[in-house]
């Protein structure tokens, strides 16, 4: 009973394979790998529906200095071709990147 209901719950479950191009109908064998266009699986005694479509939100790359706090205390935006938001950043890391490698020499 136990693993009739596991069966249902995860395995029989239509799923998202190759970042939302296309879906898959678990239910068969071998499963089903159906085009996002299509909305219900083309097998005729099948009830299973595409599966909800999920939108990645891209990820907003983030100033690379670890101790940048120009956006209201949290690390700004990069800017478009860069690591970091400002030319500041950029030579605080520079120079924690040299004073991090002299005392290295030192010791």
């Not at 693993?3 to 190759?18: A, D, G, R, V």
């Not at 690379?64 to 478009?80: H, T, Y």
């Not at 400002?86 to 010791?107: F, G, P, Q, T």
């Amino acid at each position: 009973m136990l693993f009739e209901n596991y069966l249902k719950e995860k395995i029989m479950k239509p799923y998202w394979k190759h970042k939302n191009k296309k879906w898959v109908c678990p239910k068969h064998i071998p499963s089903a790998i159906i085009p996002v266009t299509i909305s219900r699986c083309w097998f005729t005694n099948c009830s299973s529906v595409r599966p909800p479509i999920v939108r990645d939100t891209p990820l907003i790359p983030k100033c690379e200095w670890f101790k940048c706090d120009k956006d209201n205390g949290k690390p700004a935006l990069r800017r478009k071709t860069s690591k970091y938001c400002s030319v500041d950043c950029k030579n605080k890391n520079a120079r924690h990147a040299y004073n991090l490698r002299k005392k290295a020499k030192v010791i």
